[in-house]
């Protein structure tokens, strides 16, 4: 069964913005760490944001000042609010979600979503 769905995921071009979603399927999935990573073609996955239940908020280098990380419990989302895209943001966005620590490839991950694409045009 699927765990966690992401959508929202596009084309779009230089400067534009996009929202990510994560819905779980059922509460137990949304754990203590949820993270977004995304992987583009040919590199590694790497780590773009993670929020912790206690609303500690980490952000890659990349992304700061652009992207806002953010959850709702009783909705059982999490969310990705991508501001001033620009092409190498573009990679398939993926969706986790953990009990512990994390790393910043993704070991410690309980559960991934499918991925949703986001594609940056220049």
């Known amino acids: 069964q699927v765990q966690l769905v992401e959508s929202g995921g596009g084309l779009v071009q230089a400067g534009g913005s996009l929202r990510l979603s994560c819905i779980a399927s059922e509460s137990r999935y949304m754990l203590a760490i949820m993270a977004w990573y995304r992987q583009a073609p040919g590199k590694q996955r790497e780590l773009v944001a993670q929020?912790?239940?206690?609303?500690?908020?980490n952000y890659a280098n990349s992304v700061k000042g652009r992207f806002t990380i953010s959850r709702d419990n009783a909705r059982k989302a999490l969310y990705l609010q991508m501001n001033n895209l620009q092409p190498e943001d573009t990679a398939v966005y993926y969706c986790a979600s953990a009990a512990d620590l994390i790393t910043p490839t993704g070991e410690g991950v309980d559960y991934w979503g499918q991925g949703t694409q986001v594609t940056v045009s220049s």
């Open positions: 929020l912790t239940r206690r609303d500690i908020i």
